[in-house]
């Protein structure tokens, strides 16, 4: 069993293999989680780590990615939700089927892993749940509804669970990532878009272990991110 545990949910090959990989350096025995549990099997084992199928929307699934990791690694101390969807289109067109999966996706998972991950927590004594944002966390823009409602409920989340879980030493951080993260994805990469124009994904995975880092005494709740000539 390992002294430090955690969890990185919607473990994609972006951010969230870059999430992994930082707090893997840090020390921590990690699990990473997304629908198919094959398409990381190949990123838990150059870390060390452990995959496991989950999909977040989905309560007892969560519960049992939990029971899962902690019998086999431990208890988890640092958590981080990373998983979302987006489908662009009109509000006009798109439809109450897809809406509700942005949603479920982008918020009710978040709800399903910070709980499972709150409540071992508080017996604990402490840990860290990071919530990834977006620029829609904080305004819904055109075409964007889809993406808007569910960040904007998760940012929600976090401000109450931070509220809740702080006295009991649970730090509850949110990261809002406003611009695009470097891929692989056509029109995502360095290349395409220039270096200064794109978020890289270890830069952002160093500012979550700053949060996870940071002493009781100053935490911080809400932490944007922009690459340096992003228009805001």
């Not at 496991?52 to 086999?72: H, I």
């Not at 431990?74 to 969807?85: D, F, I, M, Q, R």
């Not at 004594?125 to 889809?146: D, E, Q, W």
């Not at 890289?200 to 922009?226: G, N, V, Y």
Request: aromatic letters at 8%.
């Amino acid at each position: 069993m390992a002294d430090k545990v955690a969890v990185v949910v919607g473990a994609g090959p972006g951010l969230g293999a870059a999430l992994a990989r930082r707090f893997a350096a840090g020390g921590y025995s990690v699990a990473v989680a997304r629908r198919r549990s094959d398409d990381i099997a190949g990123l838990a084992k150059d870390m060390g780590g452990k995959a496991y199928a989950c999909d977040a929307t989905d309560a007892e699934a969560v519960m049992g990615l939990f029971d899962a990791v902690t019998e086999d690694l431990g208890t988890p101390t640092l958590v981080s939700y990373n998983a979302g969807a987006y489908s662009p289109g009109s509000v006009l067109e798109i439809t109450a089927e897809e809406f509700e999966r942005c949603w479920r996706i982008g918020c009710l998972g978040g709800f399903n892993v910070g709980q499972a991950a709150a409540r071992r927590m508080v017996d604990a004594g402490g840990g860290s749940i990071l919530f990834t944002g977006a620029t829609a966390s904080l305004r819904g823009g055109k075409g964007f509804a889809n993406l808007a409602v569910g960040k904007f409920g998760l940012r929600a989340l976090a401000q109450s669970m931070a509220r809740e879980l702080g006295p009991s030493g649970v730090h509850v951080a949110h990261l809002i990532i406003d611009g695009q993260i470097a891929s692989d994805r056509p029109g995502y990469s360095e290349a395409e878009r220039g270096e200064n124009h794109v978020l890289k994904p270890e830069a952002i995975a160093e500012a979550a272990w700053f949060l996870h880092s940071q002493p009781k005494s100053a935490w911080t709740h809400e932490l944007d991110l922009r690459p340096y000539v992003e228009k805001w």
